[in-house]
């Protein structure tokens, strides 16, 4: 059974999740893969800002922050349960 995959920006601040696939185009992929976002990467949400817009994700022992548009076009499959969606 496939796991459910969501986009990145829907990631709750705390949850953890693995990089199932990058779909952003232009210079926002080559970004994210220069950072060492690439398939099978562990993220976690850890920071959002007070108006809901960017995030700031650790990434690869970084802290990195992504606004909503450019998360959206990262899938990844979280490693535990999501309670609740926003």
């Known amino acids: 059974m496939d796991r459910l995959s ?3 920006n829907l990631l709750p601040v705390g949850c953890t999740a ?3 696939e990058i ?3 232009g ?3 080559r970004r994210m893969l220069d950072l060492g976002l690439v398939t099978g990467t562990e ?7 007070p108006s809901g817009d960017p995030v700031a994700y ?4 970084a802290v990195i922050a992504f606004r909503s548009d450019e998360a959206s076009g990262v899938l990844v499959e979280p490693t535990e349960k999501l309670r609740q969606w926003r």
């Open 23 to 25: 779909k952003a185009k």
């Open 58 to 61: 650790h990434i690869r022992g």
């Open 43 to 49: 993220i976690e949400a850890v920071l959002r800002s």
């Open 27 to 29: 210079n926002i992929r």
């Open 6 to 8: 969501i986009p990145l």
């Open 18 to 20: 693995r990089v199932k």
